[in-house]
């Protein structure tokens, strides 16, 4: 079984400088690793609002360290210094619009202010990039309403083959794609 190495980038400017707490990368492994049967390494950053080292940071964990999946949480919303998804479609080879349309459904369900979310999908090489909510709630929302087709995504642009455990998210793929 392959081992998928995951990227989790919190981007907040008071959390990046210790005013509190990230809990964001803390809600994203527990959910994770309750989710996927494959081993998983993760590369993780708390960084600030600051456009240039989004990308630098998305670069790096897709490029260099050759992340399957990216998953960012925070700066998604209207606020001047939210630029998460610019600095994401900045880096992005393609955009899944499909990401972002279905993670603001799936937060319209909870609250009424996810209409002014913002978040992206996209790939960059063999590396999909996500952006998430900034609440531990939210993004277990968030993942339970899409996860089920970031495995054949990976699939698709390259990456490792993702199992999951279907007792927390039933991963979806065609017939011919499942492996036996």
């Known amino acids: 079984m392959d081992t998928i190495h995951i990227g989790l980038v919190s981007i907040s400017d008071r959390a990046s400088s210790g005013v509190y707490e990230d809990k964001g990368i803390p809600a994203l492994k527990e959910w994770l690793e309750a989710a996927l049967h494959n081993p998983c390494s993760f590369d993780t950053r708390l960084i600030p609002d600051e456009q240039p080292l989004i990308e630098a940071t998305l670069k790096e964990l897709a490029d260099q360290c050759a992340c399957a ?3 960012t949480t925070g700066g998604t919303g209207p606020a001047p ?8 479609r900045a880096v992005a080879h393609k955009e899944l619009p499909g990401f972002g349309e279905t993670m603001r459904a799936v937060s319209l369900k909870y609250v009424p202010t996810a209409i002014l979310s913002r978040q992206v999908g996209v790939v960059r090489g063999t590396s999909l990039i996500l952006n998430l909510p900034g609440q531990p709630k939210a993004i277990k929302e968030t993942l339970d309403g899409v ?3 970031v495995p054949y995504c990976v699939d698709l642009i390259g990456g490792p083959y993702m199992e999951t455990r279907e007792d927390v998210i039933k991963a979806f793929r065609p017939k011919s794609a499942q492996k036996p």
């Open 69 to 71: 999946l990216i998953l």
């Open 81 to 88: 210094r939210d630029v998460t998804p610019e600095a994401t």
């Open 147 to 149: 996860f089920a087709a």
